[in-house]
């Protein structure tokens, strides 16, 4: 019996050692939600993310092309001691694996691909076909959220909620044929891409618990992409607000699927 209490004593001891141990050291996401991280959040939809994550006390690792003039974000920073910005190029593979190397050890429960560009509406029309711009938009749009998905594997496989969302968009459905009118041939080719990269990814990583999401936000009022859209949009609030609640229900059985902001699932 005396030798049980002492063990007992001995465990309670221990823990209350690590409680303290744990106190004083620096863990920087330990009175956060969580810890999410998001490219292209300068502006749009990724900066809409980046406030709505801060004001519920995430941690917030706001990266984008260039913190110099991130001046909202710089903002949103200094009344926000929980977001961090830091440089990142989605394209740019030395800056994707230094930062990732950078926050090694660090858990990421939500990562979010949300940088990308629609190209000139000109050059992407089958009367023009600019090869560089077509290189441009799938860099962007495709390559950049599997390089950076694939950089932050393990970040994300180390934290509580394992998530990994891309933002795609109805254009690359093949489905709704409303949308397959006309042009836009490399932004559609490009969240096409993304969406089978997904998929794909979400295969490949279910050993490791972790689940990919596709979130299309509908027409947003950002200034993204000179379609000529004269219909209803919504504003950068709205659709980020969509996507932290599509976030918070991600799932095993609605992941690697298009889901629109309103919750319905988009046919592909
Ligand atoms: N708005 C819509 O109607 C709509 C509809 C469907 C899908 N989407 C998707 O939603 C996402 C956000 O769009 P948005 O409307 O918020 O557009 P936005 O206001 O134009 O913002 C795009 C963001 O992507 C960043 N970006 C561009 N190239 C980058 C690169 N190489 N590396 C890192 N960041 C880069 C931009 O950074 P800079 O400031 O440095 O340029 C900016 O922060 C995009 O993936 C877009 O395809 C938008």
């Known amino acids: 019996m005396a030798r049980i209490l002492r063990r ?29 991280l998001i490219t292209g959040s300068d502006r749009g939809i990724g900066f809409e993310l980046a406030k709505q994550y801060a004001l519920r006390n995430w941690k917030v690792l706001a990266t984008c092309r260039t913190p110099a003039h991130a001046q909202a974000l710089a903002g949103l920073a200094a009344s926000h001691p929980n977001v961090v910005i830091e440089e990142l190029d989605v394209t740019d593979v030395g800056e994707i694996e230094a930062l990732a190397a950078k926050y090694a050890g660090t858990s990421i429960d939500v990562l979010i691909n949300n940088a990308g560009i629609f190209g000139d509406v000109e050059s992407q029309s089958l009367e023009e076909l600019d090869y560089d711009d077509f290189v441009r938009v799938m860099a962007v749009n495709a390559f950049g959220p ?59 990583l279910r ?50 699927t298009m889901i629109n902001h309103d919750g319905t699932a988009m046919p592909w």
Do not use: C, W
Not at 220 to 234: E, K, Q, S
């Open 8 to 36: 007992v004593f001995l465990v309670l001891m221990l823990s209350a050692g690590i409680a303290t141990a744990a106190q004083g050291r620096e863990t920087p996401a330990a009175d956060t939600a969580g810890t999410v």
């Open 146 to 204: 599997l390089k950076v998905s694939q950089a932050f594997i393990d970040h994300v496989a180390a934290s509580r909620q394992k998530k990994i969302v891309t933002i795609t968009s109805g254009l690359a459905s093949m489905t709704l044929t409303e949308n397959v009118r006309q042009g836009f041939y490399f932004y559609r080719a490009s969240k096409a891409s993304v969406n089978i990269i997904s998929r794909t990814l979400a295969a490949e």
């Open 207 to 256: 050993g490791r618990k972790i689940l990919v999401g596709l979130f299309n936000p509908g027409v947003v009022d950002t200034g993204f992409g000179a379609t000529g859209y004269a219909g209803p949009r919504l504003s950068p609030e709205q659709a980020a607000t969509a996507l932290v609640a599509f976030i918070e229900a991600l799932n095993p059985d609605n992941a690697a």
